[in-house]
């Protein structure tokens, strides 16, 4: 409850900014734990295939 005890009130536009801060971080914690490390990924190499039928 606001103003209950040695907590003081928080208003409504703190809630919402605390809210944002907290979606914010676990979006970064999600896309850190998708993320591919370079070591783990190949170089592309060029496909030719699609030149075999324009000889």
Known sequence: ???KG???A???GEQ???AEREAKRRLLV???ADRI???ETTR???DRRWRRGQR
Do not use: K, L, N, W
């Open 44 to 46: 592309a190499t060029p």
């Open 6 to 8: 040695d907590e003081p």
């Open 37 to 39: 490390p370079v070591e």
């Open 30 to 32: 999600e896309g850190e």
């Open 1 to 3: 409850m606001p103003g």
């Open 16 to 18: 919402i900014q605390a």
């Open 10 to 12: 928080v208003s409504r």
